[in-house]
T-cell receptor, first 116, second 120 residues
């Protein structure tokens, strides 16, 4: 079974629109971490956010915001007023161990196309 | 901070040759490094976890004799694709995690820019 599901394969929006990327995860651990990474066309994964399982506060960083809902096992990512530079593939990832550097379970990624 | 480099960024080689890819953590010591493979328009597939000074742990289905990993220091891990074949052509990405003494974010992985391997 997929531990991290990103159901949206590809999304296209027009610049300045808001867009939400969905991420649903599955784990039996009580301690886990969730991540979002951005992969622009150049290929390098850029770290965006890390959220631990005990902190359900939503986070906002500029135009980016994240909504962590343990009740629905979701960790959604919203870009407000999207820009062309936001075009990339976005990956959600789950890590199930705090100190043991266990492997990341990556979602399949969502490709975001922001058109001018 | 937390910059990871990879070299080379792109390599083209003939079938049967071996290719070495380096992964370096530039401004931190990485107890653990990871090697991933990514096919076009696909997600990252973990190949192996590499701890400094010990043997790498390979994921199921990954041939350890074909993909040799060496983690000789806290800032350098290498992946050698031995006797490369066209089916080994892919985008290889490494990542590094901070050591346990680094405090917060020890589990966050920082990724290198990737190496595109083409085997002719």
């Amino acid at each position: 079974a997929q531990k991290v599901t990103q159901a949206q394969t590809e999304i296209s929006v027009v610049e300045k629109e808001d867009v939400t990327l969905d991420c649903v995860y599955e784990t039996r651990d009580t301690t886990y971490y969730l991540f979002w990474y951005k992969q622009p066309p150049s290929g390098e994964l850029v770290f965006l956010i890390r959220r631990n399982s005990f902190d359900e506060q939503n986070e906002i960083s500029g135009r980016y915001s994240w909504n962590f809902q343990k009740s629905t096992s979701s960790f959604n990512f919203t870009i407000t007023a999207s820009q062309v530079v936001d075009s990339a593939v976005y990956f959600c990832a789950l890590s199930e161990a705090l100190w043991n550097f266990n492997k990341f379970y990556f979602g399949s990624g969502t490709k975001l196309n922001v058109k001018p | 901070g937390a910059v990871v480099s990879q070299h080379p960024s792109r390599v083209i080689c003939k079938s049967g040759t071996s290719v070495k890819i380096e992964c370096r953590s530039l401004d931190f010591q990485a107890t653990t490094m990871f090697w991933y493979r990514q096919f076009p328009k696909k997600s990252l597939m973990l190949m192996a976890t590499s701890n400094e000074g010990s043997k790498a742990t390979y994921e199921q289905g990954v041939e350890k004799d074909k993909f040799l990993i060496n983690h000789a220091s806290l800032t350098l891990s290498t992946l050698t694709v031995t006797s490369a074949h066209p089916e080994d052509s892919s985008f290889y990405i490494c990542s590094a995690a901070l050591g346990p003494l680094a405090g917060a974010n020890t589990d966050t992985q920082y990724f290198g820019p990737g190496t595109r391997l083409t085997v002719l």
